[in-house]
């Protein structure tokens, strides 16, 4: 019998803050910080309709269904939109839409389509509108990969992370030794282990309110996260392969790295450490800002 999928896609017609190059973050260090410029409604159509084109002309390797996720910001002009796509056919599947509350970011819109759609489906792959998880055969490569072990829980699509920040594992009460989750907690699992989430939580992890920066300490590390703590393991793609990319990159041709060179590592980590100890002092902090700025010209 032919496993059901779904591709859960969470959009919010919101501005965000532009970032023009994907920059290095994470433990172990990876381009994950991406690039995104999208601050108008019209931005975010083309960026759905740019998305849904890229599933037409791609092969996802097997059947899937691309549920669009909206968080009402109270634009009645974009949840028209979202709703005009539902039950459009695509490539391989078609096409269902959700219009919800603006709660807990990308991970409550997570939560919220699982719970709607959960009895159709045997998969769930999650991701944001702003990475594109586009490459021919990405579903039947991930789904080869996931059904490889009967103890992987959820597979990361971007990279799995290491949380040093001590405040949030704290806030969640995870050892520092389980502080492990996978950005944007973008990556594969089943309905199986999915409901077992539910079971325990009573929804896929996220933040009940508005709070960045709590919204990523219960939502993009807690979700993942809570797998773990059922017992199962995060694996993720092999290294030398790329099936998801900054969806800006993409739109301007810029070709996407998943890891740094060692000079870049280099660099960053200097830079890094730099920072941390001229900060501490006034007079130091402004020598290294001008340093830095000289350096940029």
């Known amino acids: 019998m032919t496993a059901k999928v779904a591709k859960v896609i969470a959009t919010c017609f919101k501005a965000k803050k ?26 975010f159509i083309n960026l759905i ?18 549920i669009i996720v909206n968080s009402d910001i109270g634009s009645q002009n974009a949840n028209n939109f979202i709703e005009s796509l539902n039950n459009k056919k695509i490539s391989h599947g078609k096409i269902l839409t959700l219009n919800k509350k ?15 759609f959960r009895n159709y489906y045997d998969y769930f792959l999650f991701t944001e509108d702003d ?13 080869d990969i996931f059904k490889t072990s009967k103890d992987i829980g959820f597979l990361a699509y971007i990279g799995i992370n ?39 939580h009573g929804c896929l992890p996220h933040h009940k309110g508005l709070d960045y920066n709590k919204s990523i300490t219960y939502g993009e590390v807690a979700f ?29 041709g810029i070709k996407y790295r998943r890891y ?13 450490y730099t920072y941390i100890i001229f900060s501490k002092n006034k007079f130091l902090f402004n020598i290294y800002s001008n340093l830095v700025k000289y350096i940029k010209n």
């Open 18 to 43: 532009v970032v023009n190059k994907t920059a290095l973050c994470g433990d172990p260090l990876g381009f994950y910080n991406h690039s995104q410029n999208f601050t108008t409604e019209k931005d």
């Open 260 to 272: 740094p060179t060692i000079l870049e590592k280099f660099y960053y980590y200097f830079k890094n």
């Open 224 to 252: 993942p996260n809570s797998i773990i703590q059922l017992g199962y393991r995060l694996s993720e793609l092999p290294k030398e392969i790329i099936l998801t990319e900054p969806t800006y990159d993409l739109m301007r």
């Open 131 to 143: 990475m594109a998880i586009i490459r021919d055969n990405y579903l039947k490569i991930g789904l």
């Open 49 to 66: 309709n740019y998305l849904i084109d890229l599933e037409n002309n791609s092969n996802p390797g097997c059947e899937r269904d691309l």
């Open 102 to 116: 603006n709660i807990g970011m990308s991970y409550g819109s997570y939560s919220d389509a699982f719970i709607k």
């Open 162 to 200: 290491k949380y040093t920040d001590d405040n949030r594992w704290k806030q969640l009460g995870i050892k520092k030794k389980d502080a492990i989750s996978c950005h944007g907690a973008t990556g594969l699992s089943s309905t199986i282990i999915l409901n077992k989430v539910i079971q325990t």
